[in-house]
Every structure is written in structure tokens, then in C-alpha cells.
């Protein structure tokens, strides 16, 4: 019996052991995907998409091709998979920008601050490597089905986290669908654009002007509108 308890507890010991080392080779496997990721965005945002190749994302990842091949065994399983990871840094990105905005100030003064928010996501890498997928996309039909179902499902967890954050917009029916989208086209149209000449001070006068567009929309129908302090200069 004793003999037989032993061998019992060895083979429970060889077991766990087996999944600790199985554990950690999917760990292992976690973070070498995400690296191979992390360099393709890298690739994207410094060379562009059209001269990113997976010898070059394999490179950047210090990867051999091998291990690439076993992860991704095509480049447009790469880039689909990028663009997912991507989509949702970009998610986590805009989620950070708009996270110190308190519900406890008035609508107007949040719509302003969700503005600077959003300029600041606009301002980064991660959106200059987003924007360099969309004009890529518009040559490559393969690219274009992979960005419009991700940016679909951007576009979703950021109406719901703008909804959280500005509950006052329900009650204002399709408005608040006008005013998200009159601040995503034109400020994006900013961060795209080339400006170079007093290029602060010029986004920050559009974002103030957007600010009143904003304050516009809210209050249309209010004797004090932000139109009426505009019609007089």
C-alpha cells in the first residue's frame, strides 16, 4: 500500500508539473504574439503598411521566421490580427483620454474637455498607424473588409463610453449621433492634415469652435443658445 501511495503522489506531482510547464509555454506563446504584434504596428506607424513585409515585422520582433510562420502563417492572418490589436489599444487609448472627466461638472464644460480627450488620442502613434491602415485599405479590398468590421466595433464601445459619461445627450434623440460624428470628421480631418504654421494655436481655436458648435446642438431650442452669442459679432 504504501508502495502504491507513493507512486500515486509521483504521478500527481509529474501531472502538475506538466500543467506548470504547459502554462507556461501558452504564456510564453501570449507574449511572443503580442511582440510580433507590437513590432507590425511599429512597421506600420515607421515605414507604412505598403513596406511592411513579415520578414521585416520578424526582424523589428527579433523573431525567427519560423516562429512568425507559426503564429501567423500568412501575412493577411497577420494584419488581420494586428488590426484587431490594434483596434483595441486604440480602444483602451480613448477610454484613458476621457477617464479623469468627472460626471459632477456641467455638460458643456465635459463636451470640452471630451474634445481635448479626443485630440490627445488623435495625437498619437496609435491613431497614426490607424490612419495609415485606412489609406492603404482604400487600394487593398482584403485590408478595407478587415478595417470596417473592426472600426464598426470601435465606433460601438465609444458611443457607449461617450454615452456613459454624457447621460444628459440621451434625451436629446439623433442630436447626440450629430454630435459625435460632426467631432469625429472634422477633428480627425485635423490630426490627418498638414499643418505646420502656428499649428497649436490653430487646433486649439477649431477645438474651442467646436466646443460652441457642441453647445449649439445641446441647447438647440434655448433662448441662450451659443448660435445667439455667435449671430451678433
Known amino acids: 500500500m504504501a508502495k502504491q501511495g507513493k507512486t500515486i503522489k509521483a504521478a500527481k506531482s509529474s ?31 515607421n515605414i507604412g503598411y505598403a513596406s511592411t513585409t513579415t520578414a521585416k515585422i520578424a526582424e523589428k520582433a527579433k523573431v525567427s521566421r519560423g516562429a512568425m510562420l507559426h503564429h501567423f502563417p500568412s501575412k493577411a492572418e497577420l494584419t488581420q490580427a494586428a488590426v484587431e490589436y490594434l483596434n483595441d489599444k486604440l480602444v483602451a487609448l480613448y477610454s484613458e483620454s476621457i477617464d479623469d472627466i468627472t460626471h459632477d461638472l ?24 490607424y490612419h495609415e491602415l485606412c489609406v492603404a485599405g482604400r487600394t487593398d479590398p482584403e485590408l478595407q473588409l478587415i478595417l470596417e468590421a473592426t472600426i464598426e466595433r470601435f465606433d460601438h464601445k465609444v458611443a457607449l463610453a461617450n454615452a456613459e459619461l454624457f447621460p444628459e445627450w ?5 442630436l447626440f449621433g450629430l454630435a ?3 467631432s469625429k470628421f472634422l477633428m480627425e480631418g485635423m490630426a490627418v492634415s498638414q499643418i505646420i504654421s502656428h499649428r497649436e494655436q490653430r487646433v486649439n481655436r477649431m477645438i474651442d469652435y ?7 446642438i ?9 448660435i445667439h452669442r455667435h449671430s451678433s459679432k
Not at 445641446?218 to 451659443?226: L, R
Open 218 to 226: 445641446f441647447h438647440a431650442g434655448d433662448e441662450d443658445a451659443a
Open 180 to 182: 459625435m460624428d460632426i
Open 170 to 174: 440621451a434625451g436629446r434623440g439623433e
Open 210 to 216: 467646436l466646443g460652441d458648435r457642441l453647445e449649439e
Open 106 to 129: 456641467p455638460v458643456d464644460e465635459r463636451n470640452r474637455l471630451g474634445l481635448k480627450g479626443y485630440w490627445q488620442y488623435l495625437s498619437s502613434d496609435l491613431f497614426t498607424a
Open 15 to 45: 501531472d502538475k508539473k506538466a500543467r506548470d510547464q504547459s502554462g507556461w509555454q501558452a504564456q510564453k506563446s501570449a507574449i511572443m504574439r503580442n511582440n510580433i504584434l507590437d513590432a507590425a504596428i511599429d512597421c506600420f506607424i
